[in-house]
């Protein structure tokens, strides 16, 4: 976690690059629907945050294990167990992913309007998807960069893991904009924390094998 926490503070193009592509996708939408003389509904408003939210994920973690070399990660291989590396590597992508998601929510209301009535369950739904989007994505960029066509690999395979993670998130979403009592989101909520759980459980037991390669 440290050694990535330093880099993305030496290079800062990741970061930066995320913030820029999340700033100008919200102030398109603005402009888009500001041009039109409407404003969003609040079906369409919450679709479009976790569309900006998704590919911001999937650009963000991508670049887990795809930045990093043979020679580094034979240097890694050297120093440390392969479920230190993935949990850190857990750690850092979720850290991240939060950051980016509370910051996009911020500016997403500012520019857009902020249609949210349970503003507690809101953030609570945001910090799932970051946690989730973090765990399922990090294991499939592990897989990804060992392929010669990775950014590719990437997106068909994270495509099956994260639609269904993604509903749910939505769903969880839409009761919190629309206020309704937070027991309506109980079975989301419970079976968020169960994937999330099962994933980081299987990326535990199984990234020994694929380091081990």
Do not use: H
Request: with cysteine.
């Amino acid at each position: 976690m440290q050694k990535d926490f330093v880099l993305e503070w030496r290079q800062k193009y990741a970061f930066n690059g995320m913030l820029l592509y999340v700033g100008s996708t919200v102030f398109i939408c603005y402009l888009s629907f500001g041009l039109r003389g409407g404003t969003l509904g609040v079906p369409v408003w919450n679709a479009l945050f976790w569309i900006i939210l998704l590919f911001t994920s999937v650009n963000a973690i991508a670049k887990s294990f795809m930045q990093e070399n043979k020679g580094r990660l034979l240097y890694l291989y050297t120093l440390v167990s392969p479920q230190g590396v993935i949990l850190a590597k857990i750690a850092y992508n979720t850290c991240l992913m939060l950051v980016l998601a509370l910051l996009c929510y911020l500016f997403y209301a500012v520019v857009i309007g902020n249609p949210v009535q349970d503003e507690g369950m809101f953030l609570a739904t945001i910090l799932l998807g970051a946690v989730g989007f973090s765990t399922s994505l990090t294991m499939i960029s592990g897989i990804a960069a060992k392929a010669s066509n990775s950014s590719t690999l990437m997106a068909i395979l994270s495509f099956p893991v994260i639609i269904p993670m993604l509903l749910m998130l939505m769903k969880m979403s839409k009761n919190a904009i629309d206020g309704l009592e937070r027991a309506a989101s109980t079975d989301e909520l419970t079976t968020l924390l169960a994937i999330n759980a099962i994933v980081i459980t299987v990326s535990y037991i199984l990234f020994p094998y694929l380091w081990r390669n």
